[in-house]
């Protein structure tokens, strides 16, 4: 990880307030759910034959093997979105149960190349991953939410600019998806308790799961607010800040910080700033990850019946971000870097 950077002196001030959506601003769904009609999925299936003509390996293509020249200005419109509105998006639906699995995953990678760039997402250089029940504990120090089944999963934010969720399965019942808007919480705590939103301009310790880099350290560090050209950055996971405490060497966390924390997530939880969608099949979330922090309902699978609930994982870097749009903490996937030696993929 590179040095961080110096938090400046100046007060916290409410930044982008133009992204200060309330659940009753967003309450009409049809207001952030893009249809694809009849000619879009034509359209997509004409590109995944040009793309397999091209390469039989998902990750060779790239955004001129798989053209898509009606859809591709909606979705450059549904980009400008994510990072400079609302920041969520819904997209509905891709006809899974009639494509398959395979290219539904074509498909759902061919539409995040043009909202932006592929990034690794964990030490295995998943660049299309799963969000499934992978047999791990909630227990294990290794574990990762997308690996865990059935349990629910706290407000977080990922390690990208824009991360995706492409349903393909949605299990039995439950796992309805949340998402929060961390900028409103932000601007109300720099409202009510500046001191508490100043704490959380300082670095906090994260848990690296076990996936740093050979012989560095098991943790990192990150504020989960950082202010960068009069936009707001947030990175975080209260699960991971507070396994950090299990490193002896990690900075123990203190009063300040747990009480900032705790008044964080309870803005973040409110009602009125959240909102619940569910996924059916073919459905595809997009969520900015530096102002929406997302989560999950318990959910549960019959496996014995075929019904796991399935979501394929994009971790993407727009280009309506530049270099010098972000904070140098979140280029090149910031703490994780050394994820970029390979590149792979979860199994379709």
Not at 28 to 49: G, Q
Not at 115 to 127: A, E, F, I, Y
Not at 132 to 139: E, L, T
Request: include cysteine; charged fraction near 25%; aromatic fraction near 8%.
């Amino acid at each position: 990880m590179s040095a961080l950077e110096s938090v400046e002196e100046a007060a916290v001030r409410p930044l982008e307030t133009h992204a200060n959506w309330t659940s009753d601003d967003v309450a009409d769904s049809e207001a952030w759910t893009y249809r694809l009609n009849a000619d879009e999925i034509a359209e997509l299936e004409a590109a995944l034959l040009w793309a397999r003509s091209y390469s039989d390996e998902v990750l060779n293509i790239d955004k001129e093997h798989f053209p898509l020249p009606t859809l591709a200005p909606v979705l450059n419109g549904l980009a400008e979105e994510l990072i400079n509105g609302r920041g969520f998006c819904r997209i509905s639906a891709l006809p899974v149960e009639r494509i398959g699995h395979e290219d539904a995953s074509w498909m759902y990678w061919g539409i995040g190349l043009h909202l932006g760039v592929p990034w690794p997402q964990n030490v295995k250089g998943h660049l299309l991953g799963d969000v499934k029940d992978q047999g791990k504990s909630v227990n294990d120090p290794t574990a990762r939410g997308n690996e865990l089944g059935g349990v629910a999963q706290a407000f977080h934010s990922d390690g990208s600019d824009l991360i995706g969720l492409l349903c393909l399965d949605p299990g039995v019942s439950g796992g309805e998806s949340l998402v929060a808007n961390a900028v409103a919480a932000h601007n109300r705590l720099v409202a009510e308790d500046p001191d508490l939103a100043t704490v959380l301009y300082d670095p906090l310790p994260y848990d690296f799961r076990g996936e740093q880099s050979k012989g560095s350290s098991p943790f990192y560090r990150m504020p989960v607010f950082s202010e960068h050209g009069d936009r707001l950055f947030v990175r975080y996971i209260r699960p991971y800040i507070d396994a950090s405490q299990r490193h002896g060497d990690a900075p123990r966390l203190s009063d300040a910080q747990r009480t900032a924390m705790d008044a964080f997530d309870a803005l973040v939880c409110d009602p009125c700033n959240r909102v619940e969608m569910t996924f059916a099949p073919g459905d595809m979330q997009f969520v900015n990850n530096y102002h929406v922090l997302h989560g999950r309902n318990a959910y549960k699978d019959d496996p014995a019946n075929g019904r796991v609930r399935w979501l394929k994982r994009l971790w993407l870097a727009t280009e309506i971000l530049g270099p010098q749009d972000r904070p140098q903490r979140f280029q090149s996937a910031g703490a994780t870097r050394h994820w970029s030696a390979r590149r792979t993929r979860a199994d379709i």
